[in-house]
């Protein structure tokens, strides 16, 4: 039988202790008892630094699992709004480093701003601003005769041919100044004057349905308790009243049947 003390040199720098004790057992065979306890010490020195890995992985998730359950419940106690005002001051801030920069190097702020936005965007933000409804309501005749005109002028579609047939005939006459005569030999067209009618036409309908203040008549007969039996007093007055009215009037002289 051969010897542990005769076993041959083996690298260990260069062998794990499997591979040692796994050439140990080739050299002196199955037979060797010792040998065999030393394989068997290895194993299980194996087994208990992979357990003392798992271990120490199962510590790392359970922290991680705490410190995201921490990070939850701070998220659901901060208030709707908490993410879009974070944003909001992180986009003024930004705003005012960029400021600080423009100033610095002598450069106007809001150039730059502007230079950054892409066209998509400054049309989606005109067409926004154009969605937007100016009309307020009454606030003078002024005003409203002001909002008249701008919605007017946008509703006409002009002639760009005739008009450029009329600029190229008329020469540097065609942009009138103080010093230009002429003027009132200028004559429409028919056609011109067939739009200008048909608007002014609209113009009035639309005003003809405008619902105005009905004064009070204190000298008209009071057939009524209150203002919505008046209401509807006046409603059957002007579907039924051609109808009763002669009822109406032998009623009143007490010589109905």
Sequence with gaps: MTSINTL??????????????????????????????ATTSTN??????????LEMKMNEARKLNHAELVAEDERKKRPSNYESKRKWLEWEQEQEEKKKECSAKGEDFERVKLLEVSADAAERWDRKKKKKNPDTGFADYE??????????????????????????????D?????????????KDS???IDKMVTDLEKQIEKRSKYSRRRTF?????????NERNMKFNQKLERFYGKYTSEIK????????V
């Excluded at 760009?160 to 005939?169: D, F, S, V």
């Excluded at 065609?174 to 200028?186: E, I, P, V």
Aim: no cysteine.
């Design 44 to 53: 299980k020195f194996a087994k208990l630094n992979r357990l003392r890995e």
């Design 8 to 37: 041959p040199m083996i690298d260990l720098h260069s062998h794990t202790e499997e591979d040692v004790f796994t050439n140990v057992l080739d050299t002196t065979g199955a037979g060797g008892s010792a040998v065999k306890k």
């Design 190 to 192: 028919e056609e011109a």
């Design 174 to 186: 065609f942009y009138a100044s103080s010093d230009t005569l002429g003027l009132q030999d200028h």
């Design 143 to 172: 005003q409203a005769t002001f909002r008249q005109y701008q919605r007017l002028t946008k509703q006409i579609k002009p002639d760009l041919q005739q008009y450029e047939k009329q600029g190229q005939k008329l020469g540097d």
């Design 217 to 225: 008549d204190e000298e008209a007969d009071i057939d009524y308790i």
């Design 249 to 256: 009037q032998n009623l009143e002289r007490g010589t109905a």
